[in-house]
């Protein structure tokens, strides 16, 4: 199982970023889907996961009202998508960020077993 993200970038503080992770060969919407994070030096962190339905969402402290997970199930041939949209980054956010399918939305490492291999989100002036 494989799943591909995209859309990290070069962004100066205050600015925006969304991510995108979609799966190569299956569907994400048997799926809950996590994005984690993993700065230089520090262990990987959860950020925010959302649950198959989309009806739940969960993230965690310092990116609370800042970022915001979505999801497109799978229609009209179009693969299953799940964004995180980020806002007012700060150079804290930096990091490599990663996205996993697992079979409930919380906050931990432990509940997923799909990754992608991560896409870097640099914040910097």
């Known amino acids: 199982l494989q799943l591909v993200e995209s859309g990290g970038g070069l962004v100066q503080p205050g600015g925006s970023l969304r991510l995108s992770c979609i799966a190569s060969?299956?569907?994400?919407?048997?799926?809950?889907i996590g994005w984690f994070r993993q700065a230089p030096g520090k262990e990987r962190e959860a950020v925010s996961c959302?649950?198959?339905?989309?009806?739940?969402?969960?993230?965690?402290?310092s990116v609370k009202g800042r970022f915001t997970i979505s999801r497109d199930n799978a229609r009209d041939n179009v693969k299953s998508t799940v964004y995180l949209q980020m806002n007012n980054l700060k150079p804290e956010d930096t990091a490599v960020y990663y996205c996993a399918a697992g079979g409930i939305c919380l906050l931990s490492q432990s509940y997923f077993g799909a990754w992608g291999q991560g896409t870097q989100v640099t914040v910097s002036s």
């Open positions: 959302i649950n198959r339905s989309g009806s739940s969402t969960n993230y965690t402290d």
């Open positions: 060969s299956f569907t994400l919407d048997y799926y809950a």
